[in-house]
């Protein structure tokens, strides 16, 4: 079953780095990546950039018009800065391969398990 695996991290964090230490940490990540595909259990891998660059649209109400909120977005404490999806066959297996992940290291990882969005 697919897990999403998403790296949130503190806003600001990347802008606080040297380039030789955040190259260092990207290539942990690519390393990372490189295992769980040659596993077989990767679905996809992306970075993204700093919410700065990130456009929020929401209607606030239902039937309302939609409204773009420019990033960054000030009530939030952290981002998304990227994920892994992964197909595994059991959450405790999601759960030991986020353990494993570079990023808890400097950030949080949170495992979300795929599913229609009806079910609770």
């Known amino acids: 079953m697919p897990y999403l695996l998403l790296i949130v991290e503190p806003r600001g964090q990347r802008a606080s780095r040297q380039s030789s230490e955040a190259q260092g940490l990207y290539d942990e990540m690519m390393a990372f990546s490189a295992a769980l595909q040659e596993r077989g259990v990767l679905l996809r891998a992306e970075s993204l ?3 700065e660059h990130a456009v929020r649209i929401s209607a606030r109400a239902p039937g309302g018009t939609p409204q773009m909120l420019d990033g960054p977005f ?4 952290e981002m998304v800065g990227g994920f892994f999806l992964i197909d595994v066959a059991t ?8 353990g494993r ?18 079910l609770p």
Do not use: M, Q, Y
């Open 49 to 51: 950039r700093s919410d």
């Open 91 to 98: 959450r405790d297996e999601a759960l030991a391969i986020a």
């Open 101 to 118: 992940c570079p990023a808890v290291n400097w950030a949080a990882v949170e495992v979300r398990e795929c599913a229609p969005c009806h």
């Open 74 to 77: 000030a009530e939030s404490k």
